[in-house]
């Protein structure tokens, strides 16, 4: 059975920093490509960032330069760090792995106040 499990969203003050946590099991972790999407109420899914199982990572342009995605394969976990925040940034994000298929987290709350 594949879990991936969200955790380290919460509220931060504008300019903060927080590190959200994925945790997968049940798949070969080093084979997928791992992700972030985020989610705001009434609207699309965006995606946030990407990372290859080569390490290749992708950004969307209106997180470049504030938020970094790292993966440690030893414990079978993506991060995202995400510095200076803005209340833009509030949403739901979503986790996501890929490789033959893809498989979704539950989501972890993020909330930005100006």
């Known amino acids: 059975q594949v879990q991936l499990v969200e955790s380290g969203g919460g509220l931060v003050q504008a300019g903060g920093s927080l590190r959200l946590s994925c945790a997968a099991s049940?798949?070969?972790?080093?084979?997928?490509?791992m992700g972030w999407y985020r989610q705001v109420p009434g609207k699309e899914r965006e995606m946030v960032a990407l990372i290859t199982s080569g390490g290749a990572t992708n950004y969307a342009n209106s997180v470049k330069g504030r938020f970094t995605i790292s993966r440690d394969n030893a414990k079978n976990t993506v991060y995202l760090q995400m510095n200076s925040l803005k209340p833009e940034d509030t949403a739901v994000y979503y986790c996501y792995s890929l490789q033959s298929q893809m498989y979704w987290g539950q989501g972890t709350q993020v909330t930005v106040s100006s």
């Open positions: 049940g798949i070969t972790f080093m084979f997928n490509m």
